[in-house]
T-cell receptor, first 113, second 114 residues
Framework: DQQVKQNSPSLSVQEGRISILNCDYTNSMFDYFLWYKKYPAEGPTFLISISSIKDKNEDGRFTVFLNKSAKHLSLHIVPSQPGDSAVYFC????????????FGQGTELSVKP | KAGVTQTPRYLIKTRGQQVTLSCSPI?????VSWYQQTPGQGLQFLFEYFSETQRNKGNFPGRFSGRQFSNSRSEMNVSTLELGDSALYLC?????????????FGSGTRLTVV
């Protein structure tokens, strides 16, 4: 029962271009969504989040879009930099589930100079 | 401020043994959650502790258990280890239960079962 799905295991973009990472979810009770960046053998690092009452949240080069009707969110990175190369996870939580995050499988982003 | 600290960083155990992992949350954070990361299953929620009480539990067998102390530090224990328990175990702390705001992960403990 994969409630959060990232269908692209990998993505390769050129430095300076836009990176778009996608995430779909099935549980309509999810009301908070987060994106994390992760390097091997390290813990995930929080990037950006969005509440279900919003459809967009921006923080510097990172923007997250939420389409509730489609149960879809995306992370845009503009412009992409080589240091952005990592695995990106989207995660979702529901208010009635407390401190429990449901993660997607991750997308490995490679930004080439 | 200091982040979430997990010890040890690496561990090798033999099948059938048990193991205890430790997590010290960010100062002031009272909720600690544990996750298992494996290549096949991704990041999966194990349990959450708040005020020394388990508040939420994932879909793992009873061999996986945890506890939280009065200073919010948490330990998780895995008994009768199986090869499939080899994974990166991550803990995360947050200010309070019932929220993922400020959720911060530690660097994890890499457990290898041989």
């Amino acid at each position: 029962d994969q409630q959060v799905k990232q269908n692209s295991p990998s993505l390769s973009v050129q430095e300076g271009r836009i990176s778009i990472l996608n995430c779909d979810y099935t549980n309509s009770m999810f009301d908070y969504f987060l994106w994390y960046k992760k390097y091997p053998a390290e813990g995930p690092t929080f990037l950006i989040s969005i509440s279900s009452i919003k459809d967009k949240n921006e923080d510097g080069r990172f923007t997250v879009f939420l389409n509730k009707s489609a149960k879809h969110l995306s992370l845009h990175i503009v412009p992409s930099q080589p240091g952005d190369s990592a695995v990106y996870f989207c995660a979702a939580s529901a208010s009635n589930q407390g401190g429990k995050l449901i993660f997607g499988q991750g997308t490995e982003l490679s930004v080439k100079p | 401020k200091a982040g979430v600290t997990q010890t040890p960083r690496y561990l090798i155990k033999t099948r059938g043994q048990q193991v205890t992992l430790s997590c010290s949350p960010i100062s002031g954070h009272r909720s600690v959650s544990w996750y298992q990361q494996t290549p096949g299953q991704g990041l999966q929620f194990l349990f959450e502790y708040f005020s020394e009480t388990q508040r939420n539990k994932g879909n793992f067998p009873g061999r996986f258990s945890g506890r939280q102390f009065s200073n919010s530090r948490s330990e998780m224990n895995v008994s009768t280890l199986e090869l499939g328990d080899s994974a990166l175990y991550l803990c995360a702390s947050s200010l309070d239960t019932g929220t993922v705001y400020g959720y911060t992960f530690g660097s994890g403990t890499r457990l290898t079962v041989v």
